[in-house]
């Protein structure tokens, strides 16, 4: 799908296929991320650096997990 930039005041902007916005799920206020990778930018709804953390969150719980249950009680 090809975007067309349009300057809007001292900036560009551009509008995105209704299709397109479905597909990533997302709607007006929604943030997108722009990801730079070895074949470009990927724009996603998906915050990469969060994604990191939970992914951290989720081994040390795993790990802790006698002492998060000992919290628990």
């Given at each position: 799908m090809e975007l067309k930039l349009r300057k809007t005041g001292n900036?560009?902007?551009?509008?995105?296929?209704?299709?397109?916005?479905?597909?990533?799920?997302?709607?007006e206020g929604d943030k997108?991320?722009?990801?730079e990778t070895q074949h470009g930018v990927l724009i996603t709804p998906y915050d990469p650096v969060f994604e990191k953390t939970m992914e951290i969150?989720?081994?040390v719980m795993a790990r802790d997990r006698d002492a998060l249950k000992q919290l628990e009680d």
């Open positions: 900036s560009l902007a551009t509008t995105w296929p209704k299709e397109l916005l479905n597909r990533l799920n997302v709607k997108l991320y722009a990801v969150a989720k081994r």
